[in-house]
């Protein structure tokens, strides 16, 4: 049972390049999310995806695209990466469901990005 | 505006000393409140939750935390401090009904010095 994983764990890229940052989990959870940490910030959430083939955007959106591929996966693209978006990439997710009470939220290890 | 306030960016405590991490939050109704916490390099690991019930909830690693719903409240607590609890702490709010969107504050960072 690994839980929720993310790849990669790092990655540099240059102003403009694209990426895909993947996630999973194996514990059957219906709610999934993206969130970004910055120092002095705490975690603010970019999307999130409430059951398989619904996403709905966070806080933060703006430069982002998300796709929940099936109830395992939850995946973040940057189109166009910017240097305002180097940062620390949490995936996590959740029991949570609109019929069943809010859970918390389980955490992958993070994915630590450089934009260049 | 929905809001979780940690006014503390950093403390140091002396192993074996008590700690109160402090946090209060601004939010429509009651939230479910949480306690979230980041060793270096990891990702967040709960600590202890809030649903309902008794307002002082115990949690993993010796932790309990107090909900104080007048003071919009909910500070944690450590009776003794281990070099081992060095990490960032984040307190969390969650809607009770219909919604999935967590606020975080901005977090705590303990130092635990020998």
């Known amino acids: 049972n690994a839980g929720v994983t993310q790849t990669p764990k790092f990655q540099v890229l240059k102003t403009g390049q694209s990426m895909t940052l993947q996630c999973a989990q194996d514990?059957?959870?219906?709610?999934m999310y993206w969130y970004r940490q910055d120092p002095g910030m705490g975690l603010r959430l970019i999307y999130y995806s409430a059951s398989e083939g619904t996403t709905d955007k966070g806080e933060v959106p703006n430069g982002y695209n998300v796709s929940r591929l099936n109830k395992r996966e939850f995946s973040l693209r940057l189109e166009s990466a910017a240097p305002s978006q180097t940062s620390v990439y949490f995936c996590a997710s959740s029991e949570s469901s609109l019929q069943r009470a809010y859970n918390e939220q389980f955490f992958g290890p993070g994915t630590r990005l450089t934009v260049l | 505006a929905q809001s979780v306030t940690q006014p503390d960016i950093h403390i140091t405590v002396s192993e074996g000393a008590s700690l109160e991490l402090r946090c209060n939050y601004s939010?429509?109704?009651?939230?479910?409140l949480f306690w979230y916490v980041q060793s270096p390099g990891q990702g967040l690991q709960l600590l202890l939750k809030y649903f309902s019930g008794d307002t002082l909830v115990q949690g993993i690693k010796g932790f309990e935390a107090e909900f104080k719903r007048s003071q919009s409240s909910f500070n944690l607590r450590k009776p003794s401090v281990h070099w081992s609890d060095a990490a960032e702490y984040f307190c969390a709010v969650g809607p009770r009904t219909g919604g999935f969107k967590t606020i975080f504050g901005a977090g705590t960072r303990l130092f635990v010095k020998a």
């Open positions: 514990m059957n959870h219906n709610s």
């Open positions: 939010y429509g109704a009651t939230p479910y």
